[in-house]
Antibody, heavy 119, light 106 residues
Framework: EVQLLESGGDLIHPGGSLRLSCAASGFTFSNSAMSWVRQAPGKGLEWVSSITGDGRTYYADSVKGRFTISRDNSKNTLSLQMNSLRVEDTALYYC?????????????WGQGTLVTVSS | DIQMTQSPSSLSASIGDRVTITCRASQSISSYLNWYQQKPGKAPKLLIYAASSLQSGVPSRFSGSGSWTDFTLTISSLQPEDFATYFCQQSSSIPLTFGGGTKVEI
């Protein structure tokens, strides 16, 4: 059974940093492209970043230069380092598996971890 | 960036109704269109990929159609568990983008 378990969400002041993690199991993690997708309270879904199995990375313009996606294939873990956080980064952050290497659909999702940016 | 526009943003329907949700892309995306269902407090669930392919385990009352810029999600006979919010997503190019969602209510 595929499982994605996010952690690391917290209440953080604007300008602060946070690191999210996603523990994956039930599939061959190293072969899978992974993504972060966020959802602001009461709003729609927004793609944040993706990383291929071999480490190529992609970012939404809204987070480019502030967020860094990475993966540890030996530990089946996906991470998102979030720096210079803004109030508008407040959201539930989902870890999701991409079916294709770069642009695809998300066939499995975690339950999300909440990031709140507020003074 | 490719903009995805869903309509309607919400709709009211009854059990057994046929429900249709549309999604329009700002430019051609061939058949790179996916549909998700999200219930309150839950993660999205993939229903349809590549415009018309049913994800494993999804009931056959869900179907998708369309190509290029215009797409449709149809629920042939609405069931109680189908009351949720539905999102489309294009997978033609980065950045991956979603529609604004359609809330299906009783």
């Amino acid at each position: 059974e595929v499982q994605l378990l996010e952690s690391g969400g917290d209440l953080i002041h604007p300008g602060g940093s946070l690191r999210l993690s996603c523990a994956a199991s039930g599939f061959t993690f190293s072969n899978s492209a992974m993504s972060w997708v966020r959802q602001a309270p009461g709003k729609g879904l927004e793609w944040v970043s993706s990383i291929t199995g071999d480490g190529r990375t992609y970012y939404a313009d809204s987070v480019k230069g502030r967020f860094t996606i990475s993966r540890d294939n030996s530990k089946n873990t996906l991470s998102l380092q979030m720096n210079s956080l803004r109030v508008e980064d407040t959201a539930l952050y989902y870890c999701a598996r991409l079916t294709l290497a770069v642009a695809g659909d998300f066939d499995y999702w975690g339950q999300g971890t909440l990031v709140t940016v507020s003074s | 960036d490719i903009q995805m526009t869903q309509s309607p943003s919400s709709l009211s329907a009854s059990i057994g109704d046929r429900v249709t949700i549309t999604c329009r892309a700002s430019q051609s995306i061939s058949s790179y269109l996916n549909w998700y269902q999200q219930k309150p407090g839950k993660a999205p669930k993939l229903l349809i990929y590549a415009a018309s392919s049913l994800q494993s385990g999804v009931p056959s009352r869900f179907s998708g159609s369309g190509s290029w810029t215009d797409f449709t999600l149809t629920i042939s006979s609405l069931q109680p568990e189908d009351f949720a919010t539905y999102f489309c997503q294009q997978s033609s190019s980065i950045p991956l983008t979603f529609g604004g969602g359609t809330k299906v209510e009783i």
